[in-house]
């Protein structure tokens, strides 16, 4: 069907922008664990309070009553926002993925599609490519260890700067919470698409359903 034609064109599409999320996730994950390449932020003894408090406090960091732990984040705003800006931007396109995965799926459930891996190949493949890639990419997120810090650090310097947050902090620092208990977070996620997912008469039931 022509509709299905289109569905799994943006399936593919959907499943190649997030395989580069999941690669930018792992440099992240990567850089962090490395002593060498790790954020200077993150290992200076100045920020060593700051980082303490934002983790503490993540997401709802308060700005005025940690403005002591705070205080060399705001002597430094310019060079923390720099620093930090790539990590917090492919956060930020961990967030946007998220969103588009979730309105991609929910067309697909509105749609009422069938998927059989014998007779629309295409589709039912991208499908469970880009389940497959999601998955993939949530729980490399999950694996930063230093994600609440370089989200917090950043949108302290840009309120420190701007007098404000950054736009997308609120739902960016809402979804790392989320997302703590991973596994348990995409059964809910998934929860709504069984429909769709039961539809399978191939063995990728067992994959998406397991």
Do not use: W
């Amino acid at each position: 069907m022509a509709y299905q034609q289109k569905l799994a064109e943006k399936l593919l599409v959907l499943n190649e922008r997030g395989q580069g999320v999941l690669i930018r996730m792992n440099h992240i994950k990567k850089t962090c664990a490395d002593a060498k390449r790790r954020p200077s932020f993150l290992t200076d003894k100045l920020m060593e309070s700051a980082v303490k408090y934002i983790n503490r406090k993540f997401p709802n960091i308060d700005f005025r009553g940690g403005s002591q732990q705070l205080s060399n984040i705001q002597k430094q705003k310019s060079a923390v926002l720099e620093g930090l800006s790539s990590f917090y931007d492919s956060l930020v396109d961990v967030m946007e993925f998220r969103d588009h995965v979730y309105e991609l799926l929910n067309t697909i459930d509105a749609c009422q599609c069938y998927f059989n891996i014998a007779v629309n190949f295409d589709f039912t493949k991208n499908y469970l490519d880009l389940i497959i890639t999601y998955t993939s990419v949530i729980l490399m997120l999950s694996r930063i260890d230093d994600k609440k810090a370089l989200v917090g650090m950043y949108n302290c310097a840009h309120e420190f700067s701007n007098g404000s947050s950054d736009p997308a902090y609120p739902r960016l620092g809402q979804m790392i919470v989320e997302y703590e208990h991973p596994l348990k977070k995409l059964s809910e996620e998934f929860g709504p698409h069984t429909k769709a997912d039961h539809s399978f008469n191939t063995p990728g039931q067992i994959l998406v359903s397991g």
